[in-house]
Antibody, heavy 117, light 112 residues
Framework: EVQLVESGGGLVQPGRSLKLSCAAS????????MAWVRQAPKKGLEWVAT????????YYPDSVKGRFTISRDNAKSSLYLQMNSLKSEDTATYYC??????????WGQGVMVTVSS | DVVMTQTPPSLSVAIGQSVSISCKSS???????????LHWLLQSPGRSPKRLIY???NLGSGVPDRFSGTGSQKDFTLKISRVEAEDLGVYYC?????????FGSGTKLEIK
């Protein structure tokens, strides 16, 4: 059974940093592109980052470029999102998702990040 | 950025009826490889999103064939035949042809 389990969320002050993790199991993690997608409270979905199978290529929207860094450890079947210079508008539930044929395939249960003083 | 316009924003339908949701993109979603990376997701209440259809018309694993997707270029439709109670939730279209990947604003399906 495919499982994606996010962790590392919480309450953080504006301007501070937080690192999310996503533990994958039930599939060959190293064969899949991976992504982070977020959802602000009562809002829609927003793509945050994508990483290639080897980790050599990463992609971000302008809203997080230069502040967020996606990375992966294939030996540990783990995905990460380092979030720096956090803003109130980064408050959201963050999901990790596998990408299959460029489609968001399996999703984790999500982890809440609240940016507030 | 590619803007994805979904209509209607909400639907109320009786069990057994059929419904259609429209998704229009501001640019063609045909990629350089000739494929169209337009997908449909369902987020049931309190749950994570789930893939329903990928690349316009391909059913995800375990998705009932009551769901179907059609369309091309910039105009796409999700059809649900014989709606069941478990189909309630918010439906999103998503494009992964162009960076940044973008989503529609969602269509909330309620059961009468």
């Amino acid at each position: 059974e495919v499982q994606l389990v996010e962790s590392g969320g919480g309450l953080v002050q504006p301007g501070r940093s937080l690192k999310l993790s996503c533990a994958a199991s039930g599939f060959t993690f190293s064969n899949y592109y991976m992504a982070w997608v977020r959802q602000a409270p009562k809002k829609g979905l927003e793509w945050v980052a994508t990483i290639s199978t080897s980790g050599s290529r990463t992609y971000y929207p302008d809203s997080v470029k230069g502040r967020f860094t996606i990375s992966r450890d294939n030996a540990k079947s783990s995905l990460y999102l380092q979030m720096n210079s956090l803003k109130s508008e980064d408050t959201a539930t963050y999901y990790c998702a596998s990408l299959y044929l460029r489609c968001f395939d399996y999703w984790g249960q999500g982890v809440m990040v609240t940016v507030s003083s | 950025d590619v803007v994805m316009t979904q209509t209607p924003p909400s639907l109320s339908v009786a069990i057994g009826q059929s419904v259609s949701i429209s998704c229009k993109s501001s640019q063609s979603l045909v990629y350089s490889d000739g494929k169209t990376y337009l997908h449909w997701l369902l987020q049931s209440p309190g749950r994570s999103p789930k893939r329903l259809i990928y690349q316009v018309s391909n059913l995800g694993s375990g998705v009932p064939d009551r769901f179907s997707g059609t369309g091309s270029q910039k105009d796409f439709t999700l059809k649900i035949s014989r709606v069941e109670a478990e189909d309630l939730g918010v439906y999103y279209c998503a494009q992964t042809t162009h960076f940044p990947f973008t989503f529609g604003s969602g269509t909330k399906l309620e059961i009468k």
